[in-house]
């Protein structure tokens, strides 16, 4: 005969395992959901409020005139900023991205890196890349490598790499794939240019070539102009944080890489005991940074997920950054 103690025991037991499985499935659910719903970010990198004030008179500019717009010779530029998408972990409705881009006033986009995930998520991403191609009409597109293209697609061999970046390149001639290579981009309604140095990814680029990348735009800009440093892991700050902060010019970084963590773990756990990447050890992980003088670096959250299709507390993001 089995004792009641044992039989109220036996339902404890199965009711508590009923709770976490509904509590996990719940939480699991709720991850999930945060993958398709992007948030659109403005980021004042300028270190002044002017910044603001030009970007309010920039939008409605663009809304009430046909006419180029005119910042009253004060040149500020605005940055459509995309980055690890991750083709194919990437969930968030790409119409929505690719419009929301389109309706908004950008000098440029930048996208930093981590296009695909892997090889089975090219198609797809040169399907998006020739959509936002058209839809952007003629607005430059600077992309940069991330691990995941260099590694994951293309194993990290040099014939690959190119032949992908080729493929990238021919989705649109307003695609321009960065190499420690720098492009001047005028800006509309002055006589000003953004120069943007983008740098080849940490895991097979050269030091001396991301420094001389860096070090050339510095020496080309103007005073006027806007200096801007493309990566994808932030972890290159190190690198080139001497030709950043002593070149005597302002400059803004993009960044992606950490997915703003992706998940949330508490005390930093996934950087800290996970993953062998420094910037996020010490604490940069997602948003604006002063990380050397005369520079700001904001690192994007991303698009798209890594690993599994979850995400906590770091909503897939399009940012546009001002200054
Ligand atoms: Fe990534």
Do not use: W
């Amino acid at each position: 005969m089995i004792s009641p103690l044992l039989i109220s025991t036996a339902a404890y037991v199965s009711t508590l395992a009923a709770g976490i499985i509904a509590a996990v499935i719940v939480a699991v659910t709720a991850c999930y959901l945060q993958t398709k719903k992007f948030k659109v970010t403005e980021v004042f990198a300028d270190r002044s409020a002017k910044a603001k004030k030009t970007l309010k008179k920039r939008k409605k500019d663009t809304h009430t005139s046909d006419a180029e717009p005119s910042y009253g010779g004060t040149p500020y530029c605005r940055i459509g900023h995309l980055s690890d998408l991750h083709f194919p972990m990437v969930s968030v409705n790409l119409g929505d991205v690719i419009y929301r881009i389109a309706s908004e006033d950008c000098d440029a986009l930048a996208i930093t890196g981590d296009l695909c995930q892997n090889a089975k998520g090219k198609p797809a991403m040169l399907d998006f890349m020739r959509t936002l191609s058209d839809a952007l009409e003629g607005l430059p597109i600077l992309v940069v490598l991330g691990n995941h293209d260099c590694t994951h697609v293309c194993g990290k061999d040099p014939k690959k790499i190119a032949e992908y970046v080729k493929e990238v390149e021919s989705c649109g001639r307003n695609i321009k794939v960065l190499r420690d290579e720098t492009v001047k981009i005028r800006l509309k309604g002055t006589d000003a240019s953004i120069l943007a140095a983008g740098l080849d990814e940490l895991c097979i680029g050269d030091d001396k070539k991301h420094k001389k990348a860096v070090s050339e735009a510095a020496a080309e800009a103007s005073e006027n102009d806007k200096l801007l440093i493309l990566m994808h892991n932030p972890d290159l700050m190190e690198v080139v944080k001497d030709e950043i902060s002593g070149c005597g010019k302002y400059s803004v970084t993009l960044a992606g890489h950490t997915h703003g963590g992706q998940v949330y773990m508490p005390f930093n756990f996934e950087f800290n005991v996970l993953r062998d990447d420094r910037m996020p050890r010490k604490g940069y992980v997602y948003g604006l940074y002063e990380y050397c003088e005369n520079n700001k670096l904001y690192i994007n959250c991303g698009l798209g997920q890594s690993c599994l299709p979850l995400r906590l507390g770091t909503a897939p993001e399009i940012a546009f950054v001002c200054f």
